[in-house]
């Protein structure tokens, strides 16, 4: 089986960088993923790092360290519309049906003025 | 319009009756999923799908039925729906042209049985 754990919650002031961590318990993985999700709405796609290393996207930027099974979001210049929840997840393949995504149980951002 | 969506948006059923909720895609994409989110559970897959009539269990499969008789069509059936099913359920389809962790998902389909 596998596990990811991430923080339920995280605050953090408008314009300061926060940074998402997720460390998991998996191997023979595709890659890791990131999710912002919006209250109300459906997850969409921030971020995948297959190989180890920081993957930069604007203001957001993911890391992967498979050594450490250990992955992070990093979020810069935050903005109040930055609140909402993140989710990690791990790529995996699947002898039948190629590939799946397994997914955290979400972190909680808060952006306060 | 392109994209992925499901329906209906919301459902309120009984206990023991049959639900279908329906997934489609406009991209012709391989491959789809289904999951479903519960507070502090995240998003849990249901079932997936690599193409037509290839079909995958996921972590939380009992109870539900799929099926993918085409391409852009995934639809998941609770047979005899519990309230432990009451849930926010979301489609997601990805190319398969290679593994780039991306999914898109449809708005979610809310559904509470009684």
């Known amino acids: 089986g596998q596990s990811l754990e991430q923080p339920s919650e995280v605050t953090a002031v408008e314009g300061a960088i926060v940074q998402i961590n997720c460390t998991y318990q998996t191997s023979g993985f595709y890659g890791l993923s990131w999710y912002q999700q919006h209250d109300g709405g459906a997850p969409t796609f921030l971020s995948y790092?297959?190989?180890?290393g920081l993957e930069e996207t604007g203001r957001f930027s993911s890391f992967l360290s498979r050594s450490d099974s250990y992955g992070y979001l990093l979020l810069q210049e935050l903005q109040m519309k930055d609140s909402a929840s993140y989710f990690c997840?791990?790529?995996?393949?699947?002898?039948?049906?190629?590939?799946?995504?397994?997914f955290g149980k979400g972190t909680s951002l808060l952006v306060t003025p | 319009d392109a994209g992925i969506t499901q329906s209906p948006r919301y459902k309120i059923t009984e206990t023991g009756r049959q639900v279908t909720l329906m997934c489609h895609q406009t991209?012709?994409?391989?491959?789809m999923f289904w999951y479903r989110q519960d507070l502090g559970h995240g998003l849990r897959l249901i079932y997936y799908?690599?193409?037509?009539?290839?079909?995958d269990k996921g972590e939380v499969p009992d109870g539900y039925v799929v099926s993918r008789s085409k391409t852009e069509n995934f639809p998941l059936t609770l047979e005899s729906a519990t309230r432990s099913q009451t849930s926010v359920y979301f489609c997601a389809s990805s190319e398969l042209q290679g593994i780039t962790g991306e999914l898109f998902f449809g708005e979610g389909s809310r559904l509470t049985v009684l």
């Open positions: 991209w012709s994409h391989s491959y």
């Open positions: 997840a791990v790529c995996l393949p699947s002898s039948n049906s190629g590939y799946a995504l397994n």
């Open positions: 790092n297959a190989l180890d």
């Open positions: 799908s690599a193409a037509a009539d290839i079909t």
